[in-house]
């Protein structure tokens, strides 16, 4: 039998309400001890909870959910109270005190809701990226994959495994022993059927991409020392996190700040100036992280001679420093721009979020994370593969490696290493 398990699932006392969430086995008895009684299902009852010695701790509402149709699968309760930490105390210490109830780990009423079907793994990953959602992207992306839009996409691309799978097993039975080898073992559009699914799959994969959403449209200022990299860093993220001063090799480290440009995430980052000659030991580390970063950059702006930045990224040209009349012009400089004036500033702005918006997930749009990519690319490739098969028991086993990368998107298989990361990311009372 699981254990029951109870914390405080909303926001951290002091508040004005607070909600503690019990779920296993013994939430009816836990609910009995502290309030006397089990109220009507699923519906608010006032009550005074009292600890295991009869003392009144509070007066609140009290909710019995019985299972399985709980946010968990399981008999649950919730305790809606007053919200002083006194009072939090007092009643996880009578819970507590209840036989066979524990406090729960982070995330653990979460991964009963998955182990219970309630939910599935994509849902839950959805659900994780909710609960840290910052911007209105972020909440409408996270929103999709936790109200199930993967989900329901995995579900239909497997029914056409399976019936793509019936399919040819049907012929397999039917064949005989001189037949299996034959194209014409094969049935009537089968391979039609694989390749229209592989390639639905490809566009699915050429969609942008869940983690600039999640951790922000990755901007890497980049340039010779002195460019004006960390002034202008500065003025984007308007706070004074980098340290600027006209000796060469002032900035020697990756600095990164998370900030939202007209509700767009962004994860800007200053770097170490590029130089060949007169960098110190400790320089010459910051100079190859600088060059490591622009290398995983969403985008580049380069501060130094036009022409000279990294190849292979998109790089826009910065004409940066724009109030100085000693500083060699771009140019084809995308903006020009004054962060100790603020000239440009706002259209560089402006030009950072049409572009970011234009590269990121649409509001609302499901957005695969490196995981499911990986796993959904493997579906693509055993189906395509199981379309241009002659052999039909080939065809039949690259469908069946299809059908296992599907299940594991979704949970129907995985491992507990994995399963412990994610609910990992969750809170104590989620």
């Given amino acids: 039998m699981p254990d029951t398990i109870f914390a405080l699932s909303s926001g951290a006392p002091p508040a004005a309400i607070a909600v503690i969430r019990v779920s296993g086995p013994q939430a009816g008895a836990a609910l009995m001890a502290l309030a006397g009684r ?3 299902p699923r519906r608010a009852v006032l009550a005074v909870l009292s600890d295991p010695a009869g003392a009144p701790l509070d007066q609140g509402m009290v909710l019995w959910l019985p299972g399985p149709g709980t946010a968990t699968g399981e008999d649950s309760a919730e305790l809606h109270l007053h919200g002083g930490r006194a009072v939090v105390a007092a009643v996880e210490a009578a819970l507590s005190a209840v036989p066979g109830l524990r406090r729960a780990e982070p995330g653990e009423f979460t991964r009963r809701a998955f182990a219970n079907g ?8 959805g659900l994780a990226d ?19 839009a993967l989900s329901r996409l995995v579900a239909d691309w497997r029914s056409r495994v399976l019936a793509l799978s ?65 002034t202008l860093f500065n003025a984007l993220v308007e706070d004074e996190a980098a340290i600027t001063a006209a000796e060469p090799g002032t900035t020697r480290d990756v600095l990164v700040r998370a900030v939202a440009l007209g509700g767009v995430p962004f994860a800007f980052v200053d770097t170490a100036g590029l130089r060949d000659e007169g960098a110190g030991a400790i320089e010459q580390i910051g100079i190859a992280r600088a060059r490591a970063e622009a290398e995983r950059a969403d985008l580049v702006l380069w501060l130094g001679p ?31 721009v004054s962060a100790v004036t603020g000239q440009g500033l706002a259209a560089l702005q402006a030009g950072l979020i049409d572009h970011a918006r234009g590269a990121l ?4 749009a499901v957005a695969l994370n490196a995981r499911q990519h990986a796993l959904l690319a493997e579906v693509a490739v055993a189906t395509g593969e199981a379309g241009r098969c002659s052999d039909a028991l080939l065809a039949a086993e690259n469908l069946r490696l299809a059908r296992v990368a599907l299940d594991r998107l979704v949970g129907r298989a995985g491992t507990e290493d994995m399963l412990d990361a994610l609910f990992g990311r969750f809170c104590i009372g989620k």
Avoid at 118 to 125: F, K, P, Q, S, V
Avoid at 135 to 147: F, I, N, P, S
Avoid at 192 to 221: H, I, K, M, N, T
């Fill in 130 to 148: 909710l609960l840290s959602a910052e911007t209105e992207l972020q909440r409408r992306g996270a929103l999709a994959m936790a109200g199930g």
């Fill in 361 to 364: 997930p649409q509001p609302g």
């Fill in 38 to 40: 089990l109220p009507p």
């Fill in 166 to 230: 019936a399919a040819i097993e049907a012929a397999l039975d039917f064949a005989g022993d001189d037949e299996i080898e034959d194209d014409g073992a094969l049935p009537p559009g089968f391979a039609q059927g694989c390749a229209l699914l592989s390639d639905e799959l490809g566009g699915w994969l050429a969609r942008p991409r869940a983690e600039p959403l999640r951790e922000g449209f990755r901007v890497v200022l980049a340039g010779p020392p002195n460019a004006g990299k960390s």
């Fill in 306 to 336: 036009e022409g000279e930045g990294p190849v292979g990224r998109t790089v826009w040209e910065i004409a940066a420093q724009a109030d100085r009349k000693d500083i060699p012009s771009k140019r084809h400089a995308r903006f020009r």
């Fill in 118 to 125: 309630r939910i599935d793994l994509a849902e839950a990953e």
